[in-house]
């Protein structure tokens, strides 16, 4: 049975910082490139970072980029997210989604952390 788990998230003032993580099992986790999303009520689920396979190819949304850093650690089959100089807008819910990169479709997806950022 494949599981996502994403954890780290919560309440955090404007300027702040968070770290969420994606624990993945189940899954042959060097097989799949590693994907964090967002949703906010109301709209469509959005791209927020992605990290390749191998961990050598990066993707950022540009209203993230500068601020966030995606990583994956491969001995414990985790990815991380790295969220800095958060803004109010950056409050939603965030996913991590494993995509197989052949296809480039979403094969699994955690249930979602909040992040909620106050201003």
């Known amino acids: 049975q494949v599981q996502l788990v994403e954890s780290g998230g919560g309440l955090v003032q404007a300027g702040g910082s968070l770290r969420l993580s994606c624990a993945a099992s189940g899954l042959t986790f060097s097989s799949y490139d590693m994907d964090w999303l967002r949703q906010t009520p109301g709209k469509r689920r959005e791209f927020v970072a992605a990290?390749?396979?191998?961990?050598?190819?990066?993707s950022y949304a540009d209203s993230v980029k500068g601020r966030f850093t995606i990583s994956r650690d491969s001995a414990k089959n985790t990815v991380y997210l790295q969220m800095n100089s958060l803004k109010p807008e950056d409050t939603a819910v965030y996913y991590c989604a494993a995509r197989y990169s052949s296809t480039n479709t979403y094969e699994y997806w955690g249930q979602g952390t909040q992040v909620t950022v106050s201003s």
């Open positions: 990290m390749n396979v191998y961990g050598g190819r990066t």
